[in-house]
Structures are given as structure tokens and as C-alpha cells.
């Protein structure tokens, strides 16, 4: 057993990553190029989506996908209370409103009650339905999808913790009941650029108006362009962009990590695998991350579900004491209508499954490099600090 500090997750960096990158380095294009394009042909065929389109990171991807599906001032997105920030900011740089769904007690997950709920709270009407695949699980997309549809919405699966998940409808990403996907390769997600980001999406309009929205909004077809004088010089800003690129840099390294998707996978369910023996036995108090049924799932995070309450300990103790046995853990997430950006908005809500996923979430190491041996370590530490 090594007694090396393990975070909750890292990124697994090999030599093949290492000169991909530096080929880029010695070559013409650092910023947006080859690699680029070259990635994002990768991504399709590796998910099944119709479009791949490359960005900053995964926070730009969701406001792209967003933005790029006519999301405006006083429209009404969708969001699941436990997810990162960026889920319900994308919306909010929109101007759209954010209206909170809960969420399922023991998966975190948005489903089709929590999804009609919140749709009700919102009036019938929705422009956005953004599912979160937290943790790596898939939300039903089927249930959802007709739901949202119904409601006047475009879906949006915010898919950043979801790389590598293959569901009853095929590979996350592919878009069979969304109308884009997004991804974050920020280093502690399942496969790392250093930052980066990606949406896929099945319609071909989408996928044009983020190409022009990630670049200024600038129109590169001499076709499309207003003036048709012969000046070699002319470009066309037709909308508001920004500059949401992504480098080769970044892409020859998001490329590279992506031939290495399977073997993460393997890896990661291999140590989930050690994690659901080691914590058998340990429930009540301590269980396993609730599974998604027909989910063979990439999981980003090991989210066991621990009931500090009846241990008689707070959270912060078990964190604390974990952290001195060389562990590292987080929590994910604080309910995002909890933030006090949203409270001031839209007041306190009660969201009771939300409520009830935060109070005993706690996610233990998950990453590619871990040891055979260290889930059992990070149980035994567990143990010893709740003295189960
Ligand atoms: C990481 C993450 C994002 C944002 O991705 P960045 O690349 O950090 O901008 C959005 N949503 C979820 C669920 C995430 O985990």
C-alpha cells in the first residue's frame, strides 16, 4: 500500500500525451487548427454524434450550446439544483431564468417528476431542459426528453462528468433524445486538455452557429457574406461571439487522451468495483454511490452516500480526519439554488431529494492512476475515522 496523497481525482498524463503535444509545439498552428478539427472528428466517431464542435471549456460549451439554440432575456431554463455552477450561469448569460429542479434522493439525479415539477413551477412554458449526467450516470433521456419537448424546450445534457458512459440509446454524446451535449476536459474530468471543452450536437444549424459564435461571431463563408465585393481582406461579424477557441495544443492532448477513453473506463469501473466490496456491509451508516440501472457507466465520481447523523459526526470531521489519513475528498455539489447569487434571485427553495443527496454525498478518490490497493485503503481510513 502506498501512503502517497490521493486527491478525490487527477489526470493521467503518458508519454503519447506528452508528444502529441509537443508535435503540435514544433509545427505552424497554435491556436485554433488541424488539431482541433482533427479532435472533434475523433469525438464524433467515438460518440456517435452527427457534430462535434471544440471550445474553451466546459462552461463555454454549455453557454455555445445554449446560446447557439436562441436562448434570450426572459426565457426559462431548466436546471437540476445538484450540479456545478456553470450548468445554471450558461443560462443566466443568456438572460434566461433559471428554475431549479429537484432532484433523486439517492442518485442526485434529474428525473422525469423532478423535471415535471419544476416545469409546472415555471408555468408550463420552458425554453432549456438541461439534464446533469452527475457522476458519470445517465438521467432517463427517454422519460425527459417528451417532457421538455412538450414544454417547448430544447434539451441540453450537460454531460461534463459523462464521458465514456454507454446507455440503452447508445454512447453519451451521440444526441438520440438531446439536442446537444456538452463536455469540460478540465483535468479532474475523466480525460484532460489542461482546459478545454466540447458540444456535440445532432443538427447541422447548431453546429454553424457555434463555429461562429465561438470566433467573435464572425461568418467565415464568403457566401453567406452581406457584401459581395471582391476584397480578400472583407469578414463579416453578423452576431455578438466571443473568443471561446480552443488551441491545438489543447486538442492534440484532448485527442491523445481520447484513444486512451477505454482504458480509462476499465480503470475506473475496475476501481468502483473495489469500492462497492470494500464498503459492503458498512450500510446503513455508509453505502455505496447509488447505480443508474442500464448504465454501463464511466463513473468521474466515486459520490458515497454516508450518514453523518447516525455516526454522531459531521461531515467536516470525516473530510478532516480523512485528509490526515492522506485522503482527499470533496463534496459535490452544494445545492446551486443555495448560492447566495441564486437566493438573492429567486429565494430560498425546497428542493427535499436535493436536500437530502448534499447532506450525505461524499465523493472518495476516483482517477485513472489509483492503486488496485487504494480503495481498500481509502475504506479502511473511512472506517477508522467513523470507528465502524
Ligand atoms: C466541470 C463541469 C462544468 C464546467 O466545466 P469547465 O471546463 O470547468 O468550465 C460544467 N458542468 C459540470 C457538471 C461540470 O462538472
Redesign the pocket.
Known amino acids: 500500500m502506498s501512503n502517497s496523497f490521493l486527491p478525490y481525482g487527477r489526470q493521467s498524463i503518458d508519454q503519447a500525451d506528452i508528444d502529441a503535444v509537443t508535435d503540435v509545439l514544433r509545427g505552424d498552428w497554435l491556436t485554433t487548427g488541424p488539431a482541433v478539427r482533427e479532435f472533434e472528428q475523433d469525438f464524433e466517431a467515438a460518440t456517435g454524434a452527427p457534430h462535434a464542435r471544440a471550445c474553451s471549456?466546459?462552461?463555454?460549451a454549455?453557454h455555445l450550446a445554449l446560446a447557439a439554440s436562441g436562448l434570450g432575456r426572459g426565457d426559462v431554463a431548466i436546471v437540476p439544483a445538484i450540479?456545478?455552477m456553470?450548468?445554471a450561469n450558461a443560462a443566466r448569460y443568456c438572460g434566461a431564468e433559471v428554475v431549479f429542479a429537484d432532484v433523486d434522493a439517492q442518485t442526485g439525479l434529474m428525473t422525469a417528476a423532478t423535471l415535471q415539477d419544476a416545469i409546472d413551477r415555471a408555468g408550463g412554458r420552458v425554453q432549456a431542459v438541461l439534464p446533469?449526467h452527475?457522476a458519470g450516470q445517465v438521467c432517463d433521456m427517454p422519460a425527459i426528453e417528451p417532457l421538455a419537448r412538450a414544454a417547448g424546450a430544447v434539451v441540453v445534457e450537460?454531460s461534463?462528468?459523462a464521458i465514456g458512459t454507454t446507455t440503452p440509446w447508445g454512447e453519451v454524446g451521440n444526441c438520440a433524445h438531446a439536442d446537444a451535449a456538452?463536455f469540460?476536459?478540465?483535468p479532474v474530468?475523466t480525460i484532460a486538455a489542461g482546459?478545454?471543452?466540447l458540444v456535440t450536437t445532432a443538427r447541422a444549424d447548431t453546429a454553424r452557429q457555434i463555429e461562429i459564435l465561438r470566433s467573435h461571431g464572425i461568418e467565415r463563408d464568403p457566401g453567406r457574406h452581406e457584401r459581395q465585393e471582391d476584397e480578400p481582406w472583407w469578414h463579416e461579424m453578423q452576431a455578438l461571439g466571443w473568443n471561446f477557441r480552443l488551441s491545438d495544443i489543447q486538442a492534440a492532448l484532448a485527442r491523445s487522451q481520447l484513444r486512451r477513453l477505454a482504458a480509462f473506463k476499465a480503470r475506473r469501473q475496475a476501481l468502483a468495483a473495489a469500492y462497492d466490496g470494500a464498503l459492503d456491509g458498512l450500510a446503513p451508516v455508509v453505502q455505496p454511490i447509488a447505480r443508474v440501472p442500464g448504465n454501463d457507466a464511466c463513473l468521474h465520481l466515486y459520490a458515497a452516500r454516508i450518514d453523518f447523523a447516525a455516526a454522531g459526526l459531521t461531515r467536516s470531521q470525516v473530510m478532516s480526519g480523512l485528509r490526515e489519513h492522506g485522503i482527499g475528498t470533496q463534496v459535490h455539489y452544494i445545492p446551486v439554488s443555495d448560492q447566495p447569487y441564486y437566493r438573492a434571485r429567486y429565494g430560498q427553495i425546497d428542493l427535499p431529494g436535493a436536500r437530502h443527496y448534499y447532506e450525505r454525498t461524499l465523493s472518495l478518490p476516483l482517477y485513472q492512476g489509483m492503486s488496485d490497493d487504494d480503495p481498500v485503503r481509502v475504506v479502511e481510513a473511512l472506517k477508522m475515522v467513523m470507528a465502524l
Open positions: 471549456n466546459g462552461t463555454t454549455l450540479t456545478f456553470a450548468t446533469v452527475l450537460d461534463c462528468h456538452t469540460s476536459f478540465h474530468k482546459e478545454g471543452g
